[in-house]
């Protein structure tokens, strides 16, 4: 978790998405949803915690997050 690590005001969750679930989630909610800088141009995507956004959205996000990353067997 990132909490205003370059003074942008931004308290933020950085999750590895594909590039377009990141596109998808930028254009369809940018209160919520950043492009982070260095990791961005890879698919990761940024979740401003700080704008109201659902506590489940985050959950649900952060698991889709790590079944991308993990071995299959650890997803059942």
């Excluded at 690590?5 to 369809?28: F, P």
């Excluded at 990761?44 to 506590?55: A, D, R």
């Amino acid at each position: 978790m990132k909490q205003d690590h370059h003074g942008d005001g931004k308290v933020a969750l950085t999750l590895n998405m594909s590039k377009d679930m990141q596109t998808m989630l930028v254009e369809s909610a940018p209160k919520h949803f950043f492009v982070p800088p260095y990791t961005g141009p890879k698919g990761w995507v940024g979740i401003e915690l700080n704008q109201g956004i659902k506590w489940d959205r985050v959950s649900q996000l952060a698991f889709d997050a790590y079944c991308k990353v993990v071995p299959a067997r650890l997803v059942d």
